[in-house]
């Protein structure tokens, strides 16, 4: 099962590249695409599209395009896609890091509710949707 996960600006401004990468691995994840880029508002309001006319989307677009990310491509073996989402979603914790459990990296790193460090797929569809919008297949290894 391979899935998204993305390292907002904040979390590459804080140095926080490292120990999100390492809590994946500790997990059984393996990095299968990686690389820093920064995001022009065409490609973050691609990624958000499903936010669009929300109230919060242009604060969004503005964030996410205001510094490097991190987008990288995870594995791990032997588990379903469905569970394995779930299992990145529990690493990463809740999107509001007030509702986020200590232990995961929004409760033990993000500010508030928009600088929340990481973003994960949240399903199979969105992660068939989001990985091309950072990597073709031939960037993301075996």
């Known amino acids: 099962m391979k899935t998204l996960v993305i390292i907002k600006p904040d979390g590459v401004e804080r140095g926080l590249v490292g120990e999100i990468i390492s809590r994946f691995e500790k997990c059984g994840f393996s ?4 690389k820093i880029t920064q995001l022009n ?11 669009e006319g929300k109230k919060f989307f242009d604060d ?8 490097p990310v991190v987008p990288m491509v995870i594995e791990i073996k032997d588990i379903g896609i469905g569970e394995g989402i779930r299992l990145v979603r529990k690493i990463v914790g809740a ?11 929004r409760g033990d790193y993000a500010s508030d509710i ?14 068939l949707y ?4 950072f990597f073709n297949k031939e960037e993301i290894l075996d």
């Open 114 to 127: 928009s600088h929340n460090v990481v973003h994960a797929s949240d399903s199979e569809e969105s992660n």
């Open 130 to 133: 989001e990985t091309p919008i």
């Open 60 to 67: 969004l677009i503005e964030y996410v395009t205001s510094g």
């Open 31 to 34: 990095v299968k695409a990686l």
């Open 95 to 105: 999107t509001n890091p007030m509702e986020a459990e200590m232990g995961s990296i």
């Open 41 to 51: 508002r065409e490609t973050a309001k691609k990624l958000y599209a499903v936010h």
